[in-house]
């Protein structure tokens, strides 16, 4: 079977596959930062072509081992090594002589979820012994191909891949170019990383209570006359309310803390705030969207908040008036699946809380009855029962 004709089955196998991914399934979303290894066999189809001394036998057993990690939801990265039982026969013995590979791989996931096709590419770099050579050389190596990863379980993987591995400047017949087929099948297991966290459901609304039951009618001539109403004043009051303030002070580009020209004049109508409040202090908070793992967003969350303060005294908002924090991805106000959710996610926010007079109008009873049988009138203190 030539090499070409085994390279088109295997990525039409791989993309059959893609199907299963598409039905999502609970928290079968993509686990960010998670480093996983994986241990595989196979074959490698070597190029027969090459007129390196392949004889009929163009193909042997390959086994390797994989360790990798998934940065974002549709990118990753892996160092993959592999040795294959090459059939090479040297000038001076008739034993095979062994392939060893190694390579650093980027990792194209198709879908935001931890089953999904995938596509590799990478280099790296040959260690063979060939029939024109007594000796062992490295040659360097670029490889692509295309895979398909299954999770089966919490930590556990499935994961099949088709690679075409190049090797350069070797003694081949054509320019030097070597070119094999990996077919390799495996099982991996992955540890630590962490789910998007899930959205607010919000909860359902209470059931209203039953009306109370209206008492039953009295005859019209079982009433008694209505008390002629008392004498009422009206009193104002002033009082001082303490009202919460939240500002979006500015929003950033990704992984940046770099205050755009857009945020400025946000910023002055803040220091004007300030001015117009001295007694108040304020609290700015920094913010982040959910790429990266958590302790750095919440250090990048943390020099936004402080670049706003910084532009805020110079000016003239004392700093002794800022408190900065930064509370990374933990508060979102827009869903961190799309690009404009995340780019509402990375801001900066100032609360403050401002104290305001308030004056109200109070209807009070102007008919209260004193100790010693006196009553207090609208007209003054007079004695009990007398006009």
């Known amino acids: 079977m030539r090499k070409s004709t085994l390279l088109v089955a295997a990525i039409a196998a791989t993309l059959s596959t893609s199907a299963l991914a598409q039905s999502p399934v609970g928290s079968n979303r993509a686990t960010v930062g998670e480093i996983y290894g994986n241990i595989y066999g196979g074959a490698t189809f070597y190029d027969s072509d090459a007129l390196l001394g392949l004889g009929s036998k163009n193909n042997a057993g390959t086994g390797g081992v994989r360790l990798g990690t998934r940065l974002a939801p549709h990118f990753g990265a892996e160092l993959d090594f592999d040795y294959s039982h090459t059939p ?129 009618a009295v005859p019209p001539a079982q009433l008694e006359p209505m008390p002629a109403p008392a004498p009422v004043t009206e009193v104002e009051r002033t009082l001082l309310e303490h009202r919460p303030v939240v500002i979006e002070a500015a929003n950033f580009d990704f992984d940046s803390a770099k205050i755009k020209p857009s945020a400025r004049q946000q910023l002055d109508e803040i220091a004007q705030f300030a001015q117009k409040y001295p007694d108040a202090n304020f609290t700015v908070d920094g913010h982040t969207d959910s790429i990266g793992t958590i302790e750095y967003n919440r250090k990048l969350s943390l020099r936004r908040a402080q670049a706003v303060k910084n532009e805020l005294a110079k000016q003239g908002v004392a700093e002794d008036r800022m408190q900065v924090r930064g509370l990374g991805e933990s508060r979102p106000i827009a869903s961190n699946k799309t690009a404009a959710g995340r780019a509402k996610n990375r801001r900066v926010e100032v609360r403050t809380t401002v104290t305001v007079e308030r004056t109200t109008r109070e209807v009070r009873p102007g008919g209260m009855q004193q100790p010693g049988g006196m009553q207090m009138q609208p007209g003054g203190m007079q004695p009990g029962g007398m006009q």
């Open 88 to 216: 090479f026969k040297t000038l001076t013995d008739d034993r095979f002589r062994g392939q060893f590979t190694g390579a650093l791989v980027g990792v194209l996931y198709a879908f935001d979820r931890d089953s999904t096709p995938f596509m590799t590419i990478g280099v790296g770099a040959s260690s063979n012994r060939f029939p024109q050579s007594t000796e062992r050389t490295e040659h360097l190596m670029t490889v692509w191909g295309l895979g398909y990863k299954h999770r089966v379980g919490r930590s556990l993987d499935l994961r099949v891949d088709a690679q075409d591995q190049m090797l350069w400047n070797t003694p081949a017949d054509r320019g030097g170019v070597l070119n094999n087929l990996k077919l390799t099948a495996g099982v991996g297991f992955a540890w630590g990383g962490r789910k998007p966290m899930p959205q607010p459901v919000a909860a359902p609304a209470p059931t209203p209570a039953p009306a109370p039951a209206l008492p039953p």
